[in-house]
T-cell receptor, first 109, second 115 residues
């Protein structure tokens, strides 16, 4: 069945450095790829999304890239700050959203 | 604040019992999704309703059931509870699962503890 793999499961970076989280998907018909951020004790919140007709999208310090040929997409966070510490989920959608397992991002001061 | 409300925030109950979790979607959203998140785990999709009808099923146990009412609020019923059912249960809503807006807006969750 459809599957989304997300790596790494935990990522620790120094404050100010960049963080990259990668996801691969199995369904080549997937056409929508959102990224969600879940802070401790809260529900996930959409931070950025990309559709299959676009290769890259940026929003201030965050960006998402999509490689349809390789069936993978990545979240890039630049100039990381303490408030970026959270769990990040990727997802891919054809008919239904299929979720990655999540990445715990730790920003070290 | 996503606009999705869930009640109760916390629920403590005993094994074998039955509980009902409630969700009110954002105004205008027709789809409701239910997810289970165990400690340090990912999001497990349980079930989706669209405008009162069941649209998709995930890894939902037979002991669990859900429904969406005419006013679009939804309830998730968990019965014959086991210790392993202890988890965060999230509700999310979206305007149209297949339309231009696929964004799911999550509620704050209900934390269920089965003792």
């Amino acid at each position: 069945g459809e599957n989304v793999e997300q790596h790494p499961s935990t990522l620790s970076v120094q404050e100010g450095d960049s963080a990259v989280i990668k996801c691969t998907y199995s369904d080549s018909a997937s056409n929508y790829f959102p990224w969600y951020k879940q802070e401790l004790g809260k529900g996930p919140q959409l931070i950025i999304d990309i559709r299959s007709n676009v290769g890259e999208k940026k929003d201030q310090r965050i960006a998402v890239t999509l490689n349809k040929t390789a069936k993978h997409f990545s979240l890039h966070i630049t100039e990381t700050q303490p408030e970026d510490s959270a769990v990040y989920f990727c997802a891919a959608r054809n008919y239904q959203l299929i979720w990655g397992a999540g990445t715990k991002l730790i920003i070290k001061p | 604040d996503s606009g999705v409300t869930q009640t109760p925030k916390h629920l403590i109950t005993a094994t074998g019992q039955r509980v009902t979790l409630r969700c009110s979607p954002r105004s205008g959203d027709l789809s409701v999704y239910w997810y289970q998140q165990s400690l340090d785990q990912g999001l497990q999709f349980l079930i989706q309703y669209y405008n009162g009808e069941e649209r998709a099923k995930g890894n939902i146990l037979e002991r669990f059931s859900a429904q969406q009412f005419p006013d679009l609020h939804s309830e998730l019923n968990l019965s014959s509870l086991e210790l392993g059912d202890s988890a965060l249960y999230f509700c999310a809503s979206s305007v149209d699962p297949g339309g231009r807006s696929e964004t799911q807006y999550f509620g704050p969750g209900t934390r269920l503890l089965v003792l």
